[in-house]
Structure formats: structure tokens, C-alpha cells
């Protein structure tokens, strides 16, 4: 199971990531939408934060962890 931390607040938006899986190449990010109400779960570089992977947009966070723990 992943285990994310929140890493950036600014009031509209969160992003909590996880590094804690067996590629240190990659990390998963949650990115929270207060505005629209939405969990953004992509992949991320962790050298330059470039977007690898769009995984989707979901409607809670747990929706979003899990299909980030299958990719």
C-alpha cells in the first residue's frame, strides 16, 4: 500500500506524493482540486517533476491511490 504525504498547499490545490514502491525512477502524485472537487493521479520524474503518466481523475482519494498502486 502507498503511503502519501502532502507536499504542497496553496488553497486551491494539494499534492501529495508517494515514493515509497519499487521504481525510485518514478513518483506517484495526487493532485486535489478543491475548486473542482477532483483527485488527479499521475506519474511523475522526480528529477524535473515533468508529467510521465495521466492515470485519471477520480472522484475520492482512495479511488485514485488504488489505480496509482496498479500502474
Do not use: W, Y
Amino acid at each position: 500500500m502507498m503511503k502519501f504525504e502532502k507536499c504542497l498547499e496553496d488553497g486551491q490545490f494539494e499534492i501529495h506524493r508517494s515514493l515509497n514502491h519499487s521504481d525510485p525512477g518514478v513518483v506517484a502524485e495526487i493532485i486535489v482540486d478543491h475548486d473542482l472537487g477532483s483527485f488527479e493521479a499521475v506519474i511523475t520524474d522526480p528529477v524535473d517533476d515533468s508529467q510521465i503518466d495521466f492515470v485519471g481523475r477520480f472522484e475520492t482519494f482512495d479511488q485514485a491511490r488504488r489505480h496509482l498502486e496498479c500502474e
